[in-house]
Nanobody, 126 residues
Framework: LQPVESGGGAVEPGGSLRLSCTTP????????VGWFRRAPGKNREGVSC????????DHARSVQGRFTISKNNAENTAYLQMNSLAVEDTGVYFC???????????WGKGMYVEYWGQGIQVTVSS
């Protein structure tokens, strides 16, 4: 199972991006999905996660009210909608599968992740 991210890029402050995560050949239906990021010079941090059935969601405090995580099992894709982007949101974003989303806040450390994506760059600058 290899998560594959797409949708990254460069945007001005205040702009929006939507990241997608797919798992070619594997269904996401029974899997939790999380998004992590590594900002320049900082440790990796959990951004958002969603349970397998989509009923439980957790966000890092820094992105609450701006980022939305969702999961479309029919499309076998998870999304991270990022609005009101700030320079501080710049970094490499990683999709992860099976993250123990209900173990807040420890899930954000990434210690429970079973599968990691390669990462995708998000740059917010003017």
């Amino acid at each position: 199972l290899q998560p594959v991210e797409s949708g990254g890029g460069a945007v001005e402050p205040g702009g929006s991006l939507r990241l997608s995560c797919t798992t070619p050949g594997y269904s996401l239906k029974n899997h939790e999905v999380g998004w992590f990021r590594r900002a320049p010079g900082k440790n990796r941090e959990g951004v958002s996660c969603i349970s397998a059935n989509g009923r439980y969601i957790d966000h890092a405090r820094s992105v609450q009210g701006r980022f939305t995580i969702s999961k479309n099992n029919a499309e076998n894709t998870a999304y991270l909608q990022m609005n009101s982007l700030a320079v501080e949101d710049t970094g490499v974003y990683f999709c992860a599968v099976d993250v123990q989303c209900d173990r807040a806040p420890d899930w954000g450390k990434g210690m429970y992740v079973e599968y990691w994506g390669q990462g995708i760059q998000v740059t917010v600058s003017s």
